[in-house]
């Protein structure tokens, strides 16, 4: 059936969108694909729910080509198995939460591990009936407090989840291995630049855990990369720990007055005036800043937590979250210096920690022999060639610095790389997290129970719309790979007279009858006004039907390389067919 | 791509689920298409979600034939568009209701018409772009006080729900008429027994309204039918008005004695005894019977309603409901007795009501001249040969009352018979309301701006998966029709031997290279587990490969009929492709 403009419910707009921060965001609403209806929540247009459904379809594709069977979940969900999991709390604010009429507690799903784990529960009783790997396409929810780019990070969005169930280790990693293969089937077809990158480091003791992002310099997650072909997100790296240094004539450690130096700047300058190195200048790498925070557990306990580190590092906020992670960090207050008297702000020191009983972990740069110049916990004073792992004990690293360009990858693969990307996808071994929470357990092969073990993996489905958008638009629209395209093909009938209409008609119908998805554009408008909204729309290719019609000659025009070739009528369809590759 | 039992994520039960109230529920849980997740939340396994696929394509193709455009909305919305149009209090408990982060309130969609008339709003400005449809297949959600019947009546439900905007009613016509016909090529492909029924009374002064019931017994709503074609669901049926009667010979209203005669029943026997008839017994259809409601407005006030009927009719709660729609229905108390001393609970008559000044209406069968037996207004007094018009005034009539078998039909068709149906479709023409309510007004061809008029058209799409189950299952478990069976084709394979294993592999192969969908039963079972299974799960044909194969036959089984044949291997793909209709 041929889709006429002159029908489609679209109205394309001259102006960008006040809120649009990014080009996506910007195309789609101005093409007609999307529409705002509360923040984060958006709805899609017949031009974007036709490229929404073309992904849920390459997306259904490769999950069932590796076995995957579908179901589909409610979204609307009882609180007891996220209770059970303590997810009801730890999600915090980003849960949506609301009381039935009969005053029970219910969820909207932001994932649905729980109620995954407790459908193969009530269904699996023997190992026979593993490997099992079952997935939605399905509505999630989340309250997330900073909304942003349209689709790109909406709080009602379509994603595909699934989960693999198994009964040993090697299994889980097939079923893991598997579904790395059909994400990288799914994203290659789907056409747009992406790096696989760890997002869970061998240090944390965790599983597998890998991130699909889409290389973007509008994407809200950093990654790094190296010559050498390490890719993690920020959350991930490890940075090696430094070399060991000799410190055997390092001098004692020595107090000096530092007056009015709270900030690593002012120490620096203060060194640099009152106590100069003979060497070369004091910089802020020679100085350990310490820097204090309070962890909130689930359970409700709070307790400090000190990170030292090089006074030009600062501590990256996901990187930390990420590490404490279920623990919640907060600020340290007023109050709390009040409580612990051997700490003085601005001038904290490894022994003024260690007074106070506070956890104390390291960044990998101060390793044993390193020498310091750090705060001696009085106001005023601080302390320089406090060497580690001699003036004072190393209990623990924790690298939460912010990475640079140049920091050394953990393999030893060389220098990293700074990116920004888009999480398309993510791959987890899960383990027996919610196996065990929920009681999921099956017979093994001896007639023992033993607990399965999981892997839960997604797709941002809704928000690889938004994400192709924003890897292929160029100054004048949108621009989709024929992949995901609404339509294979616009004709564009401009200029009066019955022969163009009627010979644009006839070729749209000569498509549409060999299997290409044609939108006609039958309008009474000028040829500006429809070149520009088959710019905005982005079909791949177009077909103009006017002026050159008067020598027998039809334009094939490219939308990505803005080519246009005349060709003559008769010869429109199979050239059209050889260009789309039907 | 053939499906294997041993691998479908599938297990069948051999019990009744104890809340299955109906086979539909009964049937499709046992037989491993759908589980309950709390009450009225349902998820939907392989199969079940299969059977959903192919009701939502059905609509879909038949939407688009109509040249109605599918769009998505979010499920989850703003409030202000229902605080605009009242249905933010209207729904009452039955709208979820949530409040974000940020402490806006939001609601999940009982249905979109505002979000609709809104998006027209935005979009277009002029006639000329309408005649407009749009569509949208999505889940819905309502906190029903009663869920039942698994999918029958769910709290999340997926619904396809249009909206058509016309600039004048001749095109909302024109708009509902294409709408009916749609419907009635969904609900025939569907293959279901139904019955299209007026939901809306001309005597109420509503525009055309009709719903799609599907006819069953354990269906929740009553419909009346007469001989002559008329349909119509209780609420709107409206029983003509009883002839007037010559009351010219009836003796002055007489007052009796009746003590403890509060109910029609205690009243009839009182009668009988101390004021008998000459010419027959008191009956109770000779009683007047006045029952008394208070009516809660919207906003909030407050009134009583006093209804008075044959004493042999009872009030319809259904019927009431609709009648004073959006006032709700409450009890009139004790209390609300004592604020009304002219009312004499258990003997309340025209007279006390007119003194009360009560809003007073009548059942069709109280027309002027008929006389009646009704109460005194004094505790333990009634009062006989009352005549309509003559002792008391008639205000008004409200037909409320429960049908019966025998009440005529409106237009004069007959007697009408009560059934019972499930509703599956309602197409009705909203006119201005929510046009008015939001705003949305086009210019008209002499550029004058003019509000739209629009039409609101609604399938229960995954409700759909219950009634045809219902409809075809029988005492062997699910029995689907064609249209909508998960798999066209199962091949059972029973008996060892590697020759059988191969011949019903190769038949499934070769009927999956011929376009159907084959379920392969490749599992180590007995014979008697597969053919129970596969009975259960209702594949309208059966390939048995098995015994007979000895002598190169397969059993063709025809799932509806019971009936099975053998027929040569080589014979068996040509015979299913021939039985199928492929």
Redesign the interface.
């Known amino acids: ?1 041929i889709t006429r403009m002159s ?5 394309t707009l001259r102006e960008d969108p006040a809120d649009a921060e990014v080009p996506s965001h910007r195309w789609l609403v101005r093409a ?1 694909y999307i ?1 705002r ?3 984060g ?6 031009l974007g ?1 036709r490229v ?1 459904h073309r992904v849920e379809e390459i997306v259904r594709e490769e999950m ?1 080509a590796i ?1 995957a ?10 609180a007891e198995p996220y209770k059970a999991t303590n997810r009801w709390t730890e999600y915090g ?2 849960l ?3 009381v ?3 005053g ?1 507690d ?1 969820l ?1 799903g932001p994932t649905h591990e729980e ?1 995954f784990t407790l ?1 193969a529960k ?3 009783s023997s190992y026979k009936e593993l490997p ?1 790997t ?1 997935y939605q396409i399905q ?1 999630k ?1 989340r ?1 997330e ?1 900073r909304p942003r780019a349209g689709i790109l990070r909406g ?2 969005f379509v994603m595909k989840d699934s989960y693999s169930f198994d009964i040993d280790k090697a299994g889980l990693d097939a079923s893991y291995q598997a579904h790395r293969a059909a994400y990288i089937r799914v994203f290659d077809r789907l056409g747009f630049d992406y790096v696989i990158v760890q997002a869970n480091s061998g240090a944390m003791g965790g599983s597998a855990s890998e991130e699909f992002l889409a290389v973007s310099p509008n994407g809200e997650d950093t990654f790094v990369r190296s010559p050498g072909g390490y890719a993690a997100n920020v959350e991930a790296v490890q940075r090696p720990l430094a070399a060991e240094v000799d410190a055997s004539d390092v001098p004692a450690a020595q107090k000096h007055a530092t007056p009015d130096s709270p900030t690593i700047d002012t120490l620096v300058a203060q060194a640099n005036a009152l106590f100069p190195r003979a060497d070369r200048q004091w910089v802020a790498h020679d100085t350990l800043k310490n820097v204090i925070f309070n962890l909130r557990q689930p359970d409700g306990t709070v307790e400090p937590l000190a990170i030292g580190l090089p006074g030009d590092r600062e501590v990256d906020d996901t990187r930390l979250a990420a590490a404490v992670s279920p623990a919640e960090v907060e600020a340290f207050s007023e109050e709390d210096f009040e409580k612990f008297p051997q700490l003085a702000k601005g001038y904290i020191g490894p022994a003024g920690l260690k007074a106070a009983g506070v956890r104390y972990l390291l960044d990998p740069e101060v390793v044993p022999g390193t020498a310091w110049l750090t705060g001696a916990d009085t106001a005023g004073y601080h302390v320089i060639n406090l060497v580690a792992g001699r003036d004072f004990q190393i209990d623990g690293h924790l690298d939460v610095a912010v990475l640079r360009d140049g920091d050394q990858a953990p393999d030893g693969s060389g220098p990293l790389s700074l990116a920004r990307g888009i999480e398309m996808g993510h791959i987890f071994e899960l383990g027996t997290k919610y196996a065990e929470a929920l009681g999921l357990k099956v017979l093994d092969a001896d007639g023992k129970l033993q607990t399965v073990t999981m892997g839960s993996y997604g797709i941002g489905v809704s928000r690889a719309v938004a994400v192709v958008a924003e890897a292929t638009c160029d100054d004048k629209g949108l621009c989709w790979p024929r992949s995901l395209a609404p339509f294979d093909v616009m004709v564009v009938a401009t200029g009066k007279g019955d022969e163009i209409a009627e010979a644009a008609e006839k070729l749209a119908a000569d498509l549409d009858a060999s299997g290409v998805s044609v939108l006609l554009d039958d309008r009474k408008a000028s040829p500006g006004v429809k070149f520009k909204d088959s710019e905005i729309l982005g079909t791949p290719t177009c077909v103009v039907v006017g002026r050159a019609l008067a020598q027998g000659n039809v334009e094939i025009r490219d939308r990505r390389s803005g080519r246009a070739r005349l060709v003559p009528l008769a010869d429109a369809l199979p050239e059209v067919l050889t260009e789309i590759e039907i």
């Open positions: 059936m029908h489609l419910f679209v109205r007609g529409r209806v509360a923040p929540i958006y709805s899609w247009l017949p729910l929404l069932n076995g069977q579908e179901v589909l979940f409610p979204a609307l969900l009882p604010d980003t949506f939460r609301l039935d009429r009969k029970s219910m909207l109620m459908m009530d269904q699996c099992l079952l509505i929810y309250d407090a709080r009602e």
